[in-house]
C-alpha cells in the first residue's frame, strides 16, 4: 500500500494519506487537501519562495490538463513539472 502527499494550501499543511482516498479533507481548517502527483515532491512549507513557487507551477498544470481535456483543439500539451507530454 502506497501513500500520497496531500497538502492544505489555506494552512500549508502537508500529510501523507493512503493513496486510494480520493479526498481528504485538512484536519485543521476542514478545506478539501490536494492530493499530489506521486512524481512530485513538495518542498517544506518553511522554505516560503519554493513552495510558492511549487504550488504556482503545480496548479497552473493542473489547469492546463483541465482545458486540455475540455478543448480537442489543442493537439499537445507538455508539462514541465510533471515532465510529462499530452497528445490527443
Ligand atoms: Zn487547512
Given at each position: 500500500m502506497s501513500n500520497r502527499t496531500f497538502a492544505c494550501l489555506y494552512c500549508k499543511k502537508l500529510?501523507?494519506?493512503d493513496q486510494n482516498i480520493n479526498a481528504f479533507h485538512c484536519p485543521l481548517c476542514?478545506?478539501?487537501s490536494i492530493?499530489?502527483?506521486w512524481k512530485l515532491h513538495v518542498p517544506s512549507p518553511k522554505k516560503k519562495k519554493k513552495w510558492n513557487?511549487?504550488?504556482d507551477r503545480y496548479l497552473l498544470e493542473?489547469?492546463?490538463i483541465?482545458?486540455?481535456k475540455s478543448n480537442k483543439n489543442i493537439r499537445?500539451?507538455?508539462?514541465p513539472l510533471l515532465n510529462i507530454r499530452l497528445r490527443q
Open positions: 500529510q501523507r494519506k476542514g478545506r478539501e492530493r499530489v502527483h513557487s511549487f504550488w493542473l489547469r492546463q483541465e482545458e486540455f499537445e500539451l507538455r508539462l
